[in-house]
């Protein structure tokens, strides 16, 4: 559907045309008056210098032009030459029915779909989850869904860590701790057992300790390199244990991402761009874009306009083994090979913002990817504790996804028992829909470049701009349309009239902005604007609410309206709240 901002927009230029003016005077933005207008238009002013006229008067002259219009209701000029503009209520009523008629709530799918890759998640095998890799998996899982409501075609690939020294870390440490295990006798030629020798607690513990253990112990960090190398050279025992992490490792993972609601497309892994390595490398030599630096092979990426300096891509290390980067690129190689992707987003902690400025420019250097093809860093700020440092357990410890999760859902249960709306045995399960909100929300409302503050005790609130507070809003909405439901009442799309009371218009007016904010959420890669929106929506309602009795309202028609307007207001939270990527729970 065509936004009423573009609807207004057109009107005024018509007007700006009638009266003499120029067209292109008649954009129009959003009140920053909501007291006075709701929409502005401030071409007058603009155009008083071309017409050398004073805007008061050029203002007045548009305005004449619309006395008879259908989509405005007041237009007024406001010195110097303001005109200050208010949406016509019939036609308001009219545009909203049509959402409610409109089988993507008035969203415009995109023309032609693209394909667009998401890299996200990000998580490294056998290491715990936590909270770093929360960020990603939030932010990530909330594009994609605004992306595959506006048409795309959106694949998540959570482009697994398994290539790096951890796991020769893991494999000399359970060397040491168990040197009988059939992986470690090179003369065994037979199956090794389907059974890990491991489980994902003792995993756990096992890469903690062989990690400290390798940065104090020269000696062992030299085996465990050793031991990667090997792996990565195909030692048979090695692998088998490889895949035993990798099992063991990934069950875990998806059981994490499945408790957040977090759900890939690809189980993809650093590995699996292995394979490409040497035909890049081979490539990039043929073609001279790789040259030889210190032993290194490097590709230069600085540019002419630089102003700061970027370093070259390294390619291979002089003793020839691969690096991140390496994997990267031969990652890219696949994907263009596997998907033919448009755009592929790279949701990563900030930190590696550089990293990824080499490895795109690499990429278009050397044409591993389509011109065409976009290539996004979609970089997020740091999670930090109260304290303004990032997030740590109370001991000091890296906080593992779990724990939070937990600490939330207990949090929230607390709140939830207190508030003792819903039986006991429902409670455990709200508690963790509602847990949810809490965390996602609570990252997604801040821009997500920026570092933010990670607080329990806000983020659980019921009021105020949280999680709990929309699904607390939403759950308001749903149980006036069951009891609406529960007394005989049907509901009906498209009956809401105009609005008889400013609280009642405003909250149509929210509804009526439902497009353009997930267009220009999708546009800017933004989520918060999403959260700012539901923010404004839920309070516009409860304005609304609190002034209006709905059920006990004696003039049918009137009444079937509203519940029409509020079940218009419910799937679009519900519809924004999915995108976001959490939900409601029938109670509260
Ligand atoms: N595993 C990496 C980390 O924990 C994140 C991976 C990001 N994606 C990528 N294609 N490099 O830092």
Redesign the pocket.
Known sequence: MIKIADLITEEMQQAFRKAGYETSYGRISLSNRPDLCEYQCNGAMAAAKAYKKAPFIIANDVTVQLEDSEILEEVSVVSPGFINLKVNREFLAAYLNRIQQDEYLSIEKVKEPRTVMI?YG???VAKPLHV??LR?AIIGESLKRIGRYMGDKVIGDV???DWGLQMGLIITELKELQPELVYFDSDYIGEYPEEAPFTIGELEQIYPAASAKSKEDEAFKEKAMEATHQLQQGNRGYIALWNHIMNVSVTDLKRNYKKLDVEFDLWKKESDAQPYIPDMVQYMKDKGYAHLDQGALVVDVKEEDDTKEIPPCMILKSDGASL?NT??LA?IVERMKLFQPDEII?V??KR?ELYFTQVFRCARKTKLIDEETKLTFQGFGTMNGKDGKPFKTREGGVMRLETLIHEINEEMYKKIVDNRSVKDKDARKTAEIVGLSAIKYGDLSNQASKDYVFDIDRFTSFEGNTGPYILYTTVRIKSILNRYAEEGGKLQKGNIQSAVSESEKALMLEAAKFNTVVETAYEEKAPHKICSYVYDFANAFNRFYHETKILSEDNEEQKESWISLLNLVREILETCIDMLGFSAPERM
């Open positions: 890299d990000g998580p490294n770093g890799h990603s482009h697994l860590g991140y994997t990267d990652t790279y990563v902690d590696q």
